[in-house]
C-alpha cells in the first residue's frame, strides 16, 4: 500500500511537471529533445521538494519506535507491534528513500553541470552543420564550467594542505556536495527575499482594482515599448542581411551560407508580421571584404535570438492588452448596478452551452460571475495576501532563530515537534509539505519572474523559447537541494546544526546503527554535513539566513525600483498607496497615461474588428489577427502623436485626473485636482488617422 502510494506521488508530480512545462514552453513548437530534459529539470526537482515531507514523517516515526520499550519491530516484515506508534501514510523504507535521492540528486547535478549548458549552446548555435554547432557547444561549455572548476580545486587544495579532509571518495563526494549546496544556499537566501515579500505584495495588489489598473496601464506601455525596441533591432538585422545577399556575388563560396540565414529571416515573417520588414528603413553599409563562414554563424545566431525576443515581445504585448482590457471592464463594472454585458463579451464555450440549453441557469451564474469578479474575488485576494503575509514572517522568524538550540525558537521545528509528540505522522506529513511547499512558492515565484537581460525569461500560454525552459530548469536542479537542506535546518533535523535532534536513550540504539544519540532523514545521512570547511559550517549555514531579513526590507521598501527610478528609469512603484503626482513631470504617470490610450486604441480596433467580422461573415481568427498587426502599426508612429493626447482643455501637459473609458465610466482620483481628458470616438479616428488602418484591413484580406 505505501509502495503504491509513493508510485502516486511520483506519477502526480510527473503530470504536474507535464502540465507546468505545457503551459509555458508547449510541445509542436520546440525541438523535442529540448523539450524532453526540460521536463526532467523541473520533474526531478519537484519530486525532491514532494518526497521530503515523507522523509521527516518517517523519521519521526522511526524515533518513536527506537524511544519507545513497549514496541518491538520485526525486522522480515516491517510490521510494528503496538498501537502507539502509527506509520504515516506514505511510510517507506529508509532503503528506497536512499536509492531516490541518488538518482534525483546526481540526475540533477548531470543535468544542471552537463547536458542542460551543452543543450542550450547547441539550439542556440548559428553554425549550419551539426558538427559545428556541437563544436560551439562544446567550446561554450568549456567555458562555462571553467570558473567553477577553478573554485572547486582551489578548495579541494586548501583542505588537503590543511589536513582537513584526506584524498578519498567519500570526502571528495561530500565536498562536491558542499560546494554546489554552498552556491545554492546563497540563491536562495537572494530569492526568499525577494518572493516572501512579492508573493502576499502581489495578492494585495490584485484585490486593488485602482492599483491593478494602474499597473495594467503601466504593463501595456512598457510591453509596447519593448515590442518596438525588438522590431527595430530585427530590421536592422534583415536589412544587413538583404545587403550582403544583394551585393555577394552568386558564384561566391558564401553564398550557401547566406542564402541559409535569408531563408531564416523569410520564415518567421510570417509569424512576426510586415512590421519586421525591412522596407522604408534606411540602407546600412555592410562591408563584405571581412565575411567568412564564422561571421555569419554570429549574425545567424543573433538573428535566431532576436526573432525569438521579437516574437515573444509580441506574445507579451497581446497578453497584456487582453488583461488590461479585462481589468479596466471589470472596474467599469464595480461602477455600475448589475451589468453581465462585458462578463458576455468575455465568455467561454463553456457559458455558451449553458445558454443555449438553460437561459435561465445562464441568467443566474452571469450574476454569480459578477458579484464574484467585482466584489467577492477582491476581498479573497485581501484576505488571502494577509495569511501569506503573516506566513512570511513567521518564515523569516524561523530562518533567523533555527540555530539557537535552547530554547526551541524555529516555528517550523516546534510545530513539527509538537504534531510528533502527539504521533500524529499524517499531520506532519501535510505540515512539512505545507511550510516546504510555500518557501519553494517564494524561490520559484522568483525564478518564474526572473529576467535576465530580456533573455532568460519565462512567458506562458507556450511562449517561452527552449533557452529560458533549459536555464530555468538548471536554476531549479540548483536550488532544491539546497532549499530543502535549508528547511531540514528550520526543522531542527540536521543535527550538525542543532542537537534538539530527535534525542532517544542509548539503550535503544540498535547494534548496527552507527554510534549516535540521534536519529535523522535519510536525506541528511545521504547529503552528510556541511561542516568540512569551518567558515561554511560555523558561518554561511547557520548566520547567512539572516540577510533574509535584510533582503526583504529592500524588497518591502522597493529599494531598486527608487533607485532606477531616480536614475529616470520608468518603474511602478506598485504600492497599495500610490498616488499620481500633481507636479505634472512623473515618468511614471505618462507611461500609465500612455498605456491607457493604447488601450484606447487596442478597444476601437477590436470594435471595428466586430464589425468588419459581422458585415462580411470573415473566420473570426481571421479578424483577431488584424488589430496586432494594425497595432503594430499603430506602435512605429512617432511618440510626439500620444503625448498630444495628453493635454488637457488648458493646453498644459497633464497625466492626472480620472482613468476614463470610452463608455463613460470612470474612477476619480482623490489625490488629484485635475480635469480628466475626454475624447471622443471621432476624435480618436482623427488623431489616429483611422483610414489607414481599413487600408491595413484591406490588403490583408486581399
Not at 314 to 328: G, H, K, M, P, T
Not at 405 to 420: D, F, H, I, K
Amino acid at each position: 500500500m505505501a509502495l503504491a502510494l509513493l508510485l502516486m506521488n511520483i506519477a502526480a508530480t510527473a503530470v504536474f511537471t507535464t502540465t507546468l512545462c505545457y503551459y509555458y514552453g508547449g510541445w509542436k513548437k520546440r525541438h523535442k529533445v529540448a523539450t524532453l530534459v526540460a521536463f526532467i529539470s523541473w520533474w526531478l526537482p519537484a519530486l525532491l521538494l514532494t518526497l521530503l515531507p515523507v522523509d521527516i514523517a518517517t523519521t519521526f516515526y522511526r524515533s518513536c519506535i527506537l524511544s519507545n520499550p513497549n514496541i518491538s519491530l520485526t525486522q522480515t516484515s516491517g510490521v510494528v507491534e503496538g498501537p502507539r506508534c502509527k506509520p504515516p501514510l506514505f511510510h517507506t523504507d529508509p532503503a528506497v528513500f536512499l536509492l531516490i535521492w541518488h538518482v534525483v540528486y546526481w540526475g540533477s547535478q548531470f543535468l544542471t553541470w552537463v547536458l542542460i549548458p551543452l543543450i542550450r549552446s547547441y539550439a542556440t548555435a548559428g553554425d549550419f552543420t551539426a558538427l559545428g554547432k556541437l563544436k560551439t557547444a562544446l567550446l561554450d561549455h568549456v567555458f562555462y564550467n571553467a570558473s567553477y572548476f577553478v573554485i572547486f580545486m582551489g578548495a579541494l587544495i586548501y583542505l588537503i594542505a590543511s589536513r582537513i579532509v584526506s584524498f578519498e571518495f567519500r570526502y571528495l563526494k561530500v565536498l562536491l556536495i558542499t560546494t554546489g549546496n554552498t552556491w545554492g544556499l546563497f540563491l536562495v537566501i537572494i530569492f526568499f527575499g525577494y518572493g516572501l515579500v512579492a508573493v502576499p505584495r502581489s495578492l494585495w495588489l490584485a484585490g486593488n482594482p485602482v492599483a491593478s489598473l494602474h499597473q495594467a496601464y503601466f504593463c501595456l506601455s512598457k510591453r509596447n515599448m519593448e515590442l518596438n525596441d525588438e522590431e527595430d533591432k530585427l530590421k536592422e538585422l534583415n536589412l544587413q542581411i538583404i545587403e550582403i545577399k544583394n551585393r555577394l556575388p552568386a558564384n561566391h563560396p558564401l553564398q550557401p551560407f547566406v542564402l541559409t540565414v535569408f531563408k531564416q529571416t523569410q520564415e518567421r515573417k510570417s509569424v512576426l508580421g510586415a512590421s519586421c520588414d525591412p522596407i522604408g528603413t534606411p540602407v546600412a553599409t555592410v562591408d563584405i571584404s571581412n565575411l567568412s563562414v564564422k561571421t555569419l554563424a554570429r549574425m545567424h545566431r543573433s538573428l535566431k535570438a532576436t526573432q525569438q525576443r521579437c516574437a515573444r515581445a509580441l506574445d507579451l504585448y497581446n497578453d497584456a492588452v487582453q488583461s488590461a482590457l479585462w481589468i479596466e471592464d471589470v472596474n467599469i463594472a464595480r461602477g455600475k448596478c448589475f451589468s453581465p454585458t462585458f462578463l458576455r463579451e468575455h465568455s467561454d464555450s463553456l457559458n455558451g452551452v449553458i445558454q443555449n440549453f438553460a437561459p435561465y441557469l445562464s441568467t443566474i451564474m452571469l450574476r454569480i460571475r459578477w458579484y464574484w469578479y467585482c466584489y467577492l474575488r477582491l476581498w479573497l485576494l485581501r484576505v488571502l495576501a494577509l495569511l501569506l503575509a503573516l506566513t512570511s514572517l513567521l518564515m523569516v522568524w524561523s530562518e533567523c532563530t533555527f540555530s539557537v538550540r535552547s530554547p526551541t525558537l524555529s516555528l517550523v521545528a516546534g510545530l513539527l515537534n509538537a504534531e510528533a509528540k502527539q504521533r500524529d505522522y499524517l499531520l506532519v506529513e501535510v505540515s512539512s509539505f505545507l511550510a516546504l511547499g510555500y518557501l519553494s512558492f517564494a524561490v520559484f515565484y522568483t525564478v518564474f519572474h526572473l529576467r535576465i537581460f530580456n533573455y532568460y525569461r519565462l512567458v506562458g500560454n507556450h511562449h517561452t523559447d527552449e533557452n529560458s525552459l533549459l536555464f530555468c530548469g538548471g536554476l531549479a536542479c540548483r536550488l532544491a537541494p539546497s532549499l530543502c537542506l535549508n528547511f531540514l535546518g528550520l526543522a531542527h533535523l540536521d543535527s550538525h546544526l542543532s542537537q534538539t535532534t530527535l534525542t532517544i536513550p542509548l539503550s535503544r540504539i540498535d547494534s548496527t546503527a552507527q554510534p549516535s544519540t540521534t536519529i535523522e532523514t535519510t536525506y541528511t545521512r545521504f547529503m552528510g554535513h556541511l561542516d568540512i570547511i569551518p567558515f561554511i559550517a560555523k558561518g554561511f549555514n547557520v548566520y547567512f539566513p539572516i540577510l533574509v531579513v535584510l533582503l526583504c526590507l529592500c524588497t518591502y521598501f522597493q529599494l531598486l525600483t527608487r533607485l532606477l527610478h531616480q536614475m529616470g528609469i520608468a518603474e511602478l512603484m506598485d504600492s497599495p498607496g500610490y498616488k499620481l503626482s500633481v507636479s505634472g513631470d512623473s515618468i511614471v504617470d505618462d507611461v500609465i497615461q500612455d498605456g491607457r490610450l493604447l488601450l484606447r486604441k487596442e478597444r476601437l480596433l477590436r470594435s471595428q474588428a466586430r464589425r468588419i467580422q459581422s458585415s462580411t461573415k470573415v473566420d473570426i481568427d481571421k479578424v483577431q489577427g488584424i488589430s496586432s498587426r494594425v497595432a503594430r502599426y499603430f506602435n512605429e508612429q512617432d511618440f510626439s502623436d500620444r503625448v498630444h493626447l495628453l493635454r488637457d482643455t488648458d493646453g498644459v501637459t497633464s497625466s492626472r485626473g480620472l482613468m476614463n473609458d470610452s463608455s463613460g465610466a470612470n474612477w476619480t482620483n482623490p489625490h488629484s485636482d485635475w480635469r480628466p481628458v475626454e475624447f471622443s470616438e471621432s476624435a480618436i479616428q482623427n488623431e489616429f488617422s483611422l483610414q489607414s488602418v481599413k487600408d491595413a484591413r484591406k490588403s490583408t484580406y486581399l
